[in-house]
């Protein structure tokens, strides 16, 4: 909240619109958000008011006005791990032959300042105190870096937060918290940016971080993971996880005219 307060909502949207957010990137499909990283001058436009410091400390966590699409979320995340501003883009290749990409200019952004966001995403994960300890990858060469999040969906009166706030569990499933968890891999050659937004999962850590991990593993490995990629304490329950499912394997990609 200080450090909204201090920087102010003028470069915090700066900021967050050079990593991806409150920008529509286009794709050729449909419901592409734009977001929102909202300013003084959007404030009076479109809600006739002044800004306050209030709005200021909301968005300083993501709160408030600020809205932000998975999309957005996990380029916001592959330009840091990066330092590039990557685009996203749905064709690889045509008829077998891959479309060129030019490299992504970098970030205006010191490179010792995103040094220090890897680190503090890399301790969300293997730290001491790490919020999404659960959800690891043990493999060296494929330790994942994240970033839990809760977004709160209800308003919460000064009279609940006297009298004590309901716990989220105890509230109607649709009012209760979004849970988030953004994560790119490896750590020290990324490759790869996941973000998972899990509707009234409640907080980032139990809901959206398991499905993160599996989803940037598979991508890692091209098929099922190892279990030693796993913690041991969830081995088992992972090892009777994947005897349930049902996979198929994806179809060859056949040759035609291209379209997305």
């Excluded at 307060?5 to 794709?27: T, W």
């Excluded at 995103?114 to 990858?137: F, N």
Aim: charged share 25%; glycine share 10%; net charge positive.
């Amino acid at each position: 909240y200080e450090v909204a307060q201090r920087v102010g909502i003028e470069k915090i949207s700066e900021m967050a619109r050079e990593l991806g957010l409150g920008y529509k990137h286009e794709l050729p499909i449909s419901g592409v958000a734009r977001g929102l990283a909202p300013t003084k001058d959007w404030k009076r436009e479109h809600r006739g008011g002044e800004w306050l410091i209030g709005d200021t400390i909301n968005a300083g966590i993501g709160q408030g006005y600020v809205l932000a699409s998975p999309l957005q979320l996990a380029i916001m995340t592959a330009r840091i791990s990066t330092g590039r501003q990557i685009t996203p883009r749905l064709i690889r290749s045509l008829d077998g032959v891959e479309v060129p990409v030019e490299e992504a200019p970098p970030l205006n952004i010191p490179q010792e300042h995103l040094a220090i966001m890897r680190q503090g995403m890399y301790e969300v994960v293997y730290g001491q105190r790490a919020t999404a300890g659960r959800s690891k990858i043990l493999a060296e060469d494929k330790k994942l870096a994240g970033k839990t999040g809760t977004s709160q969906v209800r308003r919460i009166t000064k009279a609940e937060r006297e009298a004590g706030v309901t716990k989220n569990e105890d509230l109607p499933w649709d009012r209760r918290d979004h849970a988030l968890f953004v994560c790119y891999a490896p750590y020290d050659a990324p490759k790869y940016s996941v973000s998972v937004v899990a509707e009234h999962g409640g907080g980032g850590s139990k809901a959206a971080a398991p499905i993160a991990r599996d989803i940037i593993l598979y991508a890692l490995y091209g098929e099922l993971p190892p279990l030693e990629a796993y913690p041991s304490a969830q081995r088992r329950e992972i090892r009777d996880r994947f005897a349930r499912l049902d996979l198929r394997a994806p179809g060859e990609p056949t040759q035609g005219r291209g379209r997305a």
